[in-house]
């Protein structure tokens, strides 16, 4: 009997364990089979992440970017949560590149380069602190990276940088229709009219970080 009900358990476990795997997104199953010998990961929040997901998807050496959240305190926010302020979280990007190609410092550039650096609390016309920038580090270095630019910033703008400087903690994905959203909802009106003007002043300002039209 003893012999049967072990059997059961381990047997329940397997189930249980295959159902957890199974309840992850595509996109979770997509991030997790990258390579990380060869490829780096860095995050950010900068405004609205159907916007910062388009531009860094576009930039050189940048394999791949999903939307989510990060920066709060709460576990597994979704839109909704997110968006009432409360759970802590911004809109965030998960940005996966080959650090042959593309470096950190580049992809802070990219960051700083594309948004109002000193628009606080949102971005453009999405305010809230789910839309607040938030730049995350990983380690002393980047930390260091990040806060060179910043001064330097501070100097050109004569005020201080909106944007908070985080040690990185979880990143959280956002539910699969927010993932690619605007090669999938060309006509949105907020696509339209807020991420495309986003991104074409990104495309003038850093023309040579662009990969070619044919592999954005």
């Not at 802070?108 to 938030?134: A, E, L």
């Not at 944007?163 to 903690?169: G, L, N, P, S, W």
């Not at 699969?176 to 907020?190: C, G, R, S, T």
Request: aromatic share 14%.
């Amino acid at each position: 009997m003893k012999s049967y009900l072990s059997l059961l358990f381990v047997s329940l476990l397997i189930v249980s364990c295959g159902k957890a795997q199974n309840s992850k997104s595509p996109s979770e199953i997509a991030s997790n089979n990258f390579d990380d010998d060869k490829y780096e990961r860095a995050y950010f929040a900068s405004g609205c992440f159907w916007c910062v997901e388009t531009i860094y998807e576009s930039v050189k050496g940048v394999e791949e970017v999903f939307s989510g959240y990060s920066g709060g305190h709460t576990m597994n926010p979704t839109y909704e949560s997110s968006n009432t302020g409360k759970t802590g979280h911004a809109e965030a990007v998960e940005v996966i590149y080959d650090p042959e190609v593309v470096s950190f410092k580049t992809l802070v550039d990219v960051y700083f380069g594309s948004q109002d650096v000193t628009q606080q609390n949102g971005q453009g016309p999405d305010i809230g602190s789910q839309y607040r920038s938030i730049i995350f580090y990983q380690n002393e270095k980047e930390k260091e990276i990040i806060e060179t630019k910043m001064k330097s910033l501070s100097k050109d703008y004569n005020k201080p940088i909106a944007a908070e400087v985080m040690a990185f903690d979880k990143f959280w994905m956002a539910e699969e229709y927010h993932q690619d959203y605007k090669v999938n909802n060309p006509n949105n009106p907020y696509i339209k009219n807020v991420s495309v003007p986003r991104f074409t002043r990104f495309k003038v300002r850093f023309p040579d970080l662009l990969k070619p039209k044919s592999e954005r």
